[in-house]
Nanobody, 115 residues
């Protein structure tokens, strides 16, 4: 079955950078869309970025200019490059991919930004 495996989370100081990965396995078909969401403790899950395989990207306002979403077709992997991290970026980050019209979610990876 299709699985999305996330990696790259961790503890980082404010102003630092992290890159999250979201690798699809169990399928020979490419991601058509990859998106990233995050959920801070006690908060609702929120959308932060989407990338289409055709190339277009969209970002939530609070991460524009700091986060970059990308896809590697050869590896069937999505990425979220996060720069200039702020305390308020602390959350569990989830990827979502659309493969052949079906949505799949990763297991989540914790990102903690310290002062």
């Amino acid at each position: 079955q299709v699985q999305l495996v996330e990696s790259g989370g961790g503890l980082v100081q404010a102003g630092g950078s992290l890159t999250l990965s979201c690798a699809a396995s169990g399928t020979r078909f490419d991601m058509n869309i990859v998106a990233w969401y995050r959920q801070a403790q006690g908060m609702q899950r929120e959308w932060i970025a989407t990338r289409l395989r055709a190339g277009a990207s969209n970002y939530e306002d609070s991460v524009k200019g700091r986060f970059t979403i990308s896809m590697d077709d050869a590896k069937n992997t999505g990425y979220l490059q996060m720069n200039n991290l702020k305390l308020e970026d602390t959350a569990v980050y989830y990827c979502k991919a659309v493969i052949r019209g079906r949505e799949y979610w990763g297991q989540g990876t914790q990102v903690t930004v310290s002062s």
